[in-house]
Nanobody
Framework: QVQLVESGGGLVQPGGSLRLSCAAS????????MGWFRQAPGKQRELVAM????????NYADSVKGRFTISRDNAKRTVYLQMDSLKAEDTAVYYC???????????????WGQGTLVTVSS
């Protein structure tokens, strides 16, 4: 099974920073895209940031541009989300997401992590 494991969530004060990590493991031939979504209580899950392996292009939600940075360590099969200048509105469960081509048999999978809670509060 392909698995994504997030870490780094927690409680932080407004204006503070957190760094989320998401490590992929399993029968992986290629990771095509990795990124982050978030879901606040009573709201739909929304895209936060996404990075495509081919070309390294990225997408950010308007609400996080200039504050959040997505990066990848391909050797470690890990994606990071550096979150700076955090606001109370950033409070949500953050989910790692990946589009993966498996090794054997070759299949394309969309995989979700279990989520990590980020709470921004004073």
């Amino acid at each position: 099974q392909v698995q994504l494991v997030e870490s780094g969530g927690g409680l932080v004060q407004p204006g503070g920073s957190l760094r989320l990590s998401c490590a992929a493991s399993g029968s992986i031939f290629r990771i095509d895209v990795m990124g982050w979504f978030r879901q606040a209580p009573g709201k739909q899950r929304e895209l936060v940031a996404m990075r495509y392996n081919s070309g390294g292009s990225t997408n950010y939600a308007d609400s996080v541009k200039g504050r959040f940075t997505i990066s990848r360590d391909n050797a470690k099969r890990t994606v990071y989300l550096q979150m700076d200048s955090l606001k109370a509105e950033d409070t949500a469960v953050y989910y790692c997401n990946a589009g993966i081509t498996t090794d054997s048999p070759s299949r394309f999978l969309e995989v979700w992590g279990q989520g990590t809670l980020v709470t921004v509060s004073s």
